[in-house]
């Protein structure tokens, strides 16, 4: 359905009708072959050679959630993509990371996008956190067909709740799957099993915003050291982590600046210590 209104100068009758507060559900109804969950696929034999996205990490504490990704994005055993952007917000209080097929999954975070801005505009509010995580869930449960074809898509959301004030994080799984972490931290990914083992012997409840943010992209160096799908620091390229921070007054990414000079004392430290504890990296 297409909104053209070049010779009649009224939107088509579907735009005008009082309905779901959900944008999914408004194309279910008026364009159902829009929705990537009822595109016809060809058989196939194998699986398909896309690029992927990979790592991506959150953390908690106390005034909200931090989530970070790497800039790489792999085919195979090639690199497709040294600075693709993995991180981005949902709304005003929530960011959604991917990992898994690079095209399907931005096109699923945009499509989340214009649902959340949808359902806000048709019901003057937001949803709540935890709303949105369900939200979020469905999309990638209408991906399943795509998923078993080697088309997977797997998220990680976070945001800050207004309603208990504090930051969450919600996981998924390919079947749209969903949990909350309520370790503090969270990762996903092809370089998720290091990411997470970092995250483990560094993370403190107490964690100051600035700490939480050097947390997030040591998990990341941490798993480039042993995923080669994972991305770390490209000093020379100019290229760093895309890293964002949510709390009561907002999403908000942080610089190139930012971000480099994080990444930068972290590989200063580990010149210093290449072999010592990684808590001194805190």
Same mark, same amino acid.
């Given at each position: 359905m297409e909104?053209?209104?070049?010779? $009649?100068?009224?939107?088509? #009758?579907?735009?005008? $009708?009082p309905g779901s507060s959900s944008f999914m559900d408004f194309l279910s109804d008026h364009a159902p072959a829009m929705l990537p969950g009822n595109r016809n696929l060809p058989p196939l034999k194998g699986a398909v050679e896309a690029p992927h996205g990979t790592t991506i990490v959150a953390a908690s504490f106390p005034g909200?959630?931090?989530? #970070?990704?790497?800039?790489?994005?792999?085919? @195979?055993?090639?690199? +497709?993509?040294?600075?693709?952007?993995k991180v981005f917000p949902a709304d005003e209080y929530s960011a959604v990371g991917i990992a898994g097929t690079a095209g399907l999954a931005v096109e699923m975070v945009k499509l989340f996008q214009l649902e959340l801005e949808h359902f806000e505009k048709v019901e003057g509010a937001?949803?709540?956190?935890?709303?949105? #995580?369900?939200?979020?869930?469905?999309?990638?449960?209408?991906?399943? +067909?795509?998923?078993?074809? @080697?088309?997977?898509?797997?998220?990680?959301?976070?945001? /800050?709740?207004?309603?208990k004030g504090r930051g969450r994080?919600?996981?998924y799984d390919v079947t749209g799957g969903r949990s909350e972490e309520h370790a503090g931290y969270a990762? $996903?990914?092809?370089?998720?099993l290091?990411?997470?083992?970092?995250?483990?012997?560094?993370?403190?409840?107490?964690? $100051?915003?600035?700490?939480?943010?050097?947390?997030?992209?040591? #998990?990341? /160096?941490?798993?480039a050291d042993d995923d080669s799908a994972t991305g770390g620091p490209d000093v020379a390229r100019r290229i760093y982590p895309i890293v964002t921070v949510i709390t009561d007054e907002g999403f908000r990414r942080l610089s190139d600046g930012e971000s480099s000079e994080i990444a930068r004392e972290i590989l200063e430290r580990r010149l210093e210590h290449p072999d010592g504890p990684r808590a001194a990296l805190l």
């Amino acid at each position: 359905m297409e909104a053209n209104t070049r010779h $009649t100068g009224r939107l088509p #009758a579907a735009f005008l $009708t009082p309905g779901s507060s959900s944008f999914m559900d408004f194309l279910s109804d008026h364009a159902p072959a829009m929705l990537p969950g009822n595109r016809n696929l060809p058989p196939l034999k194998g699986a398909v050679e896309a690029p992927h996205g990979t790592t991506i990490v959150a953390a908690s504490f106390p005034g909200g959630v931090v989530l #970070a990704g790497d800039r790489r994005a792999t085919m @195979g055993n090639m690199i +497709a993509q040294r600075d693709i952007e993995k991180v981005f917000p949902a709304d005003e209080y929530s960011a959604v990371g991917i990992a898994g097929t690079a095209g399907l999954a931005v096109e699923m975070v945009k499509l989340f996008q214009l649902e959340l801005e949808h359902f806000e505009k048709v019901e003057g509010a937001q949803l709540s956190l935890e709303g949105k #995580a369900n939200r979020l869930s469905t999309m990638i449960r209408g991906n399943l +067909a795509m998923a078993m074809q @080697g088309l997977a898509v797997v998220p990680l959301f976070a945001g /800050y709740d207004v309603d208990k004030g504090r930051g969450r994080i919600f996981s998924y799984d390919v079947t749209g799957g969903r949990s909350e972490e309520h370790a503090g931290y969270a990762s $996903t990914g092809s370089g998720s099993l290091f990411a997470r083992g970092s995250m483990k012997k560094l993370y403190r409840e107490d964690l $100051t915003e600035s700490q939480a943010l050097t947390l997030v992209v040591q #998990a990341l /160096y941490d798993a480039a050291d042993d995923d080669s799908a994972t991305g770390g620091p490209d000093v020379a390229r100019r290229i760093y982590p895309i890293v964002t921070v949510i709390t009561d007054e907002g999403f908000r990414r942080l610089s190139d600046g930012e971000s480099s000079e994080i990444a930068r004392e972290i590989l200063e430290r580990r010149l210093e210590h290449p072999d010592g504890p990684r808590a001194a990296l805190l």
